[in-house]
T-cell receptor, first 113, second 116 residues
Framework: GAGVSQSPRYKVTKRGQDVALRCDPISGHVSLYWYRQALGQGPEFLTYFNYEAQQDKSGLPNDRFSAERPEGSISTLTIQRTEQRDSAMYRC???????????FGPGTRLTVL | AQTVTQSQPEMSVQEAETVTLSCTYDTSESDYYLFWYKQPPSRQMILVIRQEAYKQQNATENRFSVNFQKAAKSFSLKISDSQLGDAAMYFCAYRSQETSGSRLTFGEGTQLTVNP
């Protein structure tokens, strides 16, 4: 079956622009997670949802970052007024439930010039 | 907060030999899972093996096995009969089954090179 998909795969933007990153989880998966991975480092947790409810957003670095999952399926991570330090791979993962295996998408490589 | 430490930024092994990757973690919780993920050059994240803290028996998946020492908070990965396709970045990860929610906390990674 189809895995987790993310779009776009690559995004280049100029400093100060807003970007929206999309995650399409595996059908039927209740839980959805966002992580950020800098080059040469492990992924860092940003936020997660069960259905449409945002359960934990403690990993979001500042108020320029927000996420939503309005219908409990597709999720969007939005970064406002991007800065060069936001450049990283943004990964989405989904799981059947909160304590099941997380399946990762291919990631969106964000470059802020 | 839980932390995961991988003290070996790079490791290398000869094809067909055995290599062990180290991981230590810090937690005050008693119910949790530990994982090893593989990230090849394609940068996908592939689950290699998992271990539940309550299980004393070390997990094994084909050529991959773990040495889980709960008291020492150590969780090493052994790869036997190494193959060229094992070359990748390997991440150790922790997931609470208690109060911290279901997020994964990752270590910094170990880059494994397999020499022919």
């Amino acid at each position: 079956g189809a895995g987790v998909s993310q779009s776009p795969r690559y995004k280049v933007t100029k400093r100060g622009q807003d970007v929206a990153l999309r995650c399409d989880p595996i059908s039927g998966h209740v839980s959805l997670y966002w992580y950020r991975q800098a080059l040469g480092q492990g992924p860092e947790f940003l936020t997660y949802f069960n259905y449409e409810a945002q359960q934990d957003k403690s990993g979001l670095p500042n108020d320029r970052f927000s996420a939503e999952r309005p219908e409990g399926s597709i999720s969007t991570l939005t970064i406002q007024r991007t800065e060069q330090r936001d450049s990283a791979m943004y990964r989405c993962a989904s799981s059947p439930g909160p304590y099941n295996e997380q399946f990762f998408g291919p990631g969106t490589r964000l470059t802020v010039l | 907060a839980q932390t995961v430490t991988q003290s070996q930024p790079e490791m290398s092994v000869q094809e067909a030999e055995t290599v062990t990757l180290s991981c230590t973690y810090d937690t005050s919780e008693s119910d949790y899972y530990l994982f090893w993920y593989k990230q090849p050059p394609s940068r996908q994240m592939i689950l290699v093996i998992r271990q539940e803290a309550y299980k004393q028996q070390n997990a094994t998946e084909n050529r991959f096995s773990v040495n889980f020492q709960k008291a020492a908070k150590s969780f090493s990965l052994k790869i036997s009969d190494s193959q060229l396709g094992d070359a990748a970045m390997y991440f150790c990860a922790y997931r609470s089954q208690e109060t911290s929610g279901s997020r994964l906390t990752f270590g910094e990674g170990t880059q494994l090179t397999v020499n022919p």
